[in-house]
């Protein structure tokens, strides 16, 4: 997965420098590159400076996405000391979805899952993940929908409602040309955990996946997310931790890259 960008939504877009690849124009930069870019020291250096340069010019945060069987050993030094700050570490965990565990949990009362398409929905998502946060999260609204308009195909997203309110959401990203499809999201409203909502939506979407013919399913898990989905059948296979630079006086935002910290339920 690590060669195959997303759909990107408009005006967000791939450049390379080398093996190096960035994605442009959202939130804030994503920077990726394979296992080893065969550069060491001075060169190393150069390449990260050149990053944090780039997106300083635009004044945005970016984040290098680091995993841990990356090499040289010292990159994350090297990240370090060109100011980039490591976010918490998650667990990269995959699952062969012929042998996921989905038995769909029994949702409490006046609970509903839907799947959802409309830029409202969008937004009420948006709304959940501000109050999950604390923090504006309005973004994540301009987000999906960027990349529903893009390409609809590729992106399904999901909610758990009740009495009108979106109390859970999650998404599912597939991509095309790969076996796999990513589950993202997967926040849920504090007095809502517990309940069975996050596990409901993994079935959902571990169902929806099958039906697409999708082989594995691929999480950046935390650390709450991760024993749920330990027991329906993921394996861990690595780790992953985002180093952010940001702007003077800003901090680095979040993406839709990984299950939620607080999505669990």
């Not at 960008?5 to 005006?11: K, V, Y």
């Not at 997203?157 to 599912?172: K, M, T, Y």
């Not at 940001?246 to 979040?254: A, F, L, N, V």
Request: net charge neutral; aromatic share 6%; charged share 25%.
């Amino acid at each position: 997965m690590r060669g195959v960008a997303p759909s990107l939504a408009a005006g967000v877009r791939l450049e390379h420098d080398g093996s190096l690849r960035r994605i442009v124009g959202e939130f804030r930069g994503l920077v990726t590159t394979p296992r080893d870019t065969g550069l060491r020291g001075a060169e190393l250096d150069a390449l990260i400076a050149r990053q944090r340069d780039y997106f300083a010019a635009r004044g945005e945060a970016v984040e290098w996405k680091t995993r841990g069987h990356d090499l040289p050993g010292d990159l994350t030094d090297r990240l370090r000391a060109a100011g980039f700050v490591p976010e918490p570490q998650e667990t990269v965990l995959v699952a062969p979805v012929a042998e996921l565990a989905v038995r769909q949990p029994e949702l409490p009362g006046g609970v509903t899952l839907r799947r959802v398409t409309a830029d409202a929905d969008m937004h009420r998502i948006a709304a959940l993940e501000t109050a999950v946060w604390g923090e504006d999260m309005s973004w994540i609204g301009e987000h999906l929908v960027g990349r529903r308009t893009a390409a609809p195909d590729d992106l399904s997203v999901h909610v758990a409602e009740a009495d009108g309110e979106v109390v859970c959401a999650a998404w599912l990203s597939f991509r095309p040309t790969t076996e796999f499809a990513g589950l993202l999201g997967g926040s849920t409203l504090p007095a809502w955990r517990g309940k069975g909502l996050y596990r409901a939506l993994v079935a959902t979407r571990a169902a929806l996946a099958a039906a697409r013919g999708v082989r594995y399913l691929h999480v950046d898990a935390s650390a709450d997310s991760a024993p749920i989905l330990r027991r329906m059948g993921f394996r861990a296979i690595t780790t992953t931790t985002p180093y952010v630079w940001s702007p003077p006086g800003e901090g680095g935002r979040e993406g839709d890259r990984k299950e939620d910290r607080r999505g669990n339920g």
